[in-house]
Nanobody, 122 residues
Framework: SQLVESGGGLVQPGESLRLSCTDPGFRLDYYAIGWFRQAPGNEREALVCINSSGGKSFYADSVKDRFSISRDRAENTVYLQMNSLKPEDTAIYYC????????????????WGQGTQVTVSS
């Protein structure tokens, strides 16, 4: 499995971005997919996860009212919709997959993408 994230970029505070996570070689249907982020000097932080049946788990209070996760099975893609972005959302965003259920623990995820940079600045 080789996850690929896309959709990052430079935006102003208050704007939105939608990140995508896909795998060209494997169906994501049977995996739980989590989104994490890591800012310089910080630990990698779990944000939100969607399991294979569509159930969602939020792990970061700072984003639960602004970010949402969804799965498009036809596109074999999991999206992270980020609204009302703030400068403190600046980080590299990663998606990861696991055969088991959603978790906030990095070690539960076996495959990771290379990350996509999100910068929120005026």
């Amino acid at each position: 499995s080789q996850l690929v994230e896309s959709g990052g970029g430079l935006v102003q505070p208050g704007e939105s971005l939608r990140l995508s996570c896909t795998d060209p070689g494997f169906r994501l249907d049977y995996y739980a997919i989590g989104w994490f982020r890591q800012a310089p000097g910080n630990e990698r932080e779990a944000l939100v996860c969607i399991n294979s049946s569509g159930g969602k788990s939020f792990y970061a209070d700072s984003v639960k009212d602004r970010f949402s996760i969804s799965r498009d099975r036809a596109e074999n893609t999991v999206y992270l919709q980020m609204n009302s972005l703030k400068p403190e959302d600046t980080a590299i965003y990663y998606c990861a997959s696991t055969w088991t259920s959603c978790s906030e623990y990095r070690n539960n995820f076996g495959s990771w993408g290379q990350g996509t940079q999100v910068t929120v600045s005026s």
